[in-house]
């Protein structure tokens, strides 16, 4: 079975450039205690979490245009089959959906989608967490910043 192509969609990403993953990624590690750490130190911190979090999204929004894509897919299959075969309209809802999840590439299909449903949630999991990582950077920094603006005084 071939999937017809919709002329003028196109199910790949925009113009805009990728993000490529950080290097230092696997050797970052998040500080004991932030209040030890210099302004110059929180900094550049703070750059390489905002990296990681960009990264982050960006990976976020690929996974969630792949799901759309396979949802697409499932839909444009499940549509097919029920041209090709007339009769299955006639039948009870789920002796219809028996049949329809039984297809081998409807089963391959909501396979792959439901690894990158679980591929989202670890995802959102990271984008959250570098989140509240750089929200307690900034905290911190501003908190630097102000006493050494008091001790100038």
Do not use: C
């Amino acid at each position: 079975m071939k999937l017809r192509k919709i002329s003028g969609v196109s199910l790949t990403f925009s113009n805009f450039p990728g993000i490529k993953r950080p290097e230092f990624i696997d050797a970052l590690r998040w500080p004991v205690d932030l209040t030890q750490l210099t302004a110059q130190n929180i900094s550049e911190l703070h750059g390489k979490y905002t990296q990681l979090y960009a990264y982050a999204n960006q990976e976020l929004s690929r996974i969630n245009v792949k799901i759309i894509e396979l949802e697409t897919r499932e839909r444009l299959r499940r549509n097919y089959l029920f041209r090709v075969s007339p009769s299955m309209n006639s039948q009870e809802r789920w002796r219809r959906d028996a049949v329809l999840d039984s297809d081998t590439k409807i089963e391959e299909i909501a396979m792959e989608r439901d690894k990158q449903r679980m591929a989202r949630v670890h995802t959102e999991m990271f984008v959250a967490n570098y989140e509240k990582y750089l929200n307690a950077l900034s905290r911190e920094l501003s908190r630097k910043t102000h006493e050494s603006s008091l001790r100038r005084l």
